[in-house]
Structures are given as structure tokens and as C-alpha cells.
């Protein structure tokens, strides 16, 4: 697998009324084209803004992020952010209609997508009227269906009940397994970055840099149940627990 993405020596600091504060120091990484990565740390380390950088939507930071220009990224944040107004099918669609690009493949894709997520007899139906879980699958359909190369996930699946986080997040990992989809994923739960990840990029408290990268190795790679039953799984959540710190959070 080649580089999609290159993090150079980034750096961010905010400004506040006491002054200039560090967020971030001295950032670097890799992505690779079809590679998961998550990304954990601390509370408040500054990972979902690392996340806003690596989009663009964040363009006030020193150093480098190295990709193509014709790169298509999608953000997923952790509110689904459907419209109430709209059926699940038209927030589906929705992003399709902003970019112009809906046409007989882009419905064809976004029809697979729902059967893949059991959703066809919800297509009428609106947000109000689904479960937590369901809107959550909607919105990584909306994200899904414009095909982007890069996929951010900011704590997607955190305000899901723990049963409907396990099945969403193995569901997201069967279809960008599947999709070949190049992913990070900011997350707060280990389990979750062991489970779902290829590599785990521990941040340290602020100002945030990497303290470890650690490679994720299982035999399995269709399920993210079948991963947490392998013996490496636990000692892989041990080291990022110790990489963590319980007194840095």
C-alpha cells in the first residue's frame, strides 16, 4: 500500500486571553491507502482538532499535511446531524445533491447501502421515527455515498448504548473492509481502537504529541467480534492503557 497522507511536524496553538497555549507539538505520521488508524489519547489532547486539520477545516496550524489535491475526505462527527425535515432516504442523498452529482450510479450505490444496513423498509420513514443505531448507519451512508478516498471519524458511535456501538462499529468495519477505504478514527475507547484499528496512534496530554504507535496484528480480518477473541487483543489494549496514563487524563 502506498502514502495517501502525510502529517509533517504539526503544530497548533490557540490564543487566549493569558496568552498563547500549545495544543499540539510536533506531529508526524503516515496513512496508508486502505489502512485503519486510530487515533487516542487524553481527554481533551486535542485529537478531534488533529482531525479538523488533517479535513481542512482547520487551517490555522504550523507544518505540513501532505496529499493529493484531487484527495476526496468525508467527516463523520459524532452527532448524525440528520435533517428532521427529510427522509432518511433525502439525508441520504443529501450530500449528493450539494456536490451535483446525483445520477443512475450514485442511487445505485447508496440503494446497496441501505441493504446492506437492513434500512430499505426505513426509507420513507424520518429520523425521529429511528432508533439511535439507525440514524447513525443513515449518516455513514450520507458519508459513504460520495465515495471519498479518506473517511474521518470523530467518536462516531459514542452516544450509542453499548449493544448498538458493537453492532454499528462492526457493521462500519465490515464496509470499509470491504470498500477498501482508508480510515482514521478518533476514539476514547481503547477496546473500540484495538478492535476496529490496522495501527493505534497514542497522543500524549497537552501539548499533544505521539508518545507510541502500535501495530495491530490479528489473524482475522472480517470482524471486529472475532478480533477481540484473539489473545493478542488484551495485550494489545495493556500497552496503550500504560502508553495512556491513568494520571494524564
Known sequence: MNDLLEIIDVNKNYHTKNGEVKAIKNIN????????????????????????????????????????????????????ALLPWLTIYENAILGLKVKKIVNDESLE???????????????NSYPKNLSGGMRQRVALIRTLALKPDLLLLDEPFSALDQQSRLLISDDVYKIVKKEKKTVILVTHNIEEAVSFSDRVIVLSKRPSQIKNIINIDF???????????EKKYHQYFDTIWKDLDINES
Open 109 to 123: 450505490y447508496v440503494n446497496y447501502l441501505f441493504n446492506f444496513y437492513n434500512l430499505n423498509e426505513f426509507k
Open 219 to 229: 489473524l482475522n480480518q472480517e470482524s471486529i467480534y472475532e478480533r477481540r477473541k
Open 29 to 80: 505520521f503516515k496513512i496508508k491507502r486502505g489502512e485503519i488508524v486510530s487515533i487516542v489519547g487524553p481527554s481533551g489532547c486535542g485529537k478531534s482538532t488533529l482531525l479538523s486539520i488533517i479535513s481542512g477545516l482547520d487551517k490555522d496550524y504550523y507544518g505540513e499535511i501532505l496529499k493529493n489535491k484531487d484527495l476526496k475526505i468525508a467527516y463523520m462527527l459524532q452527532s448524525d
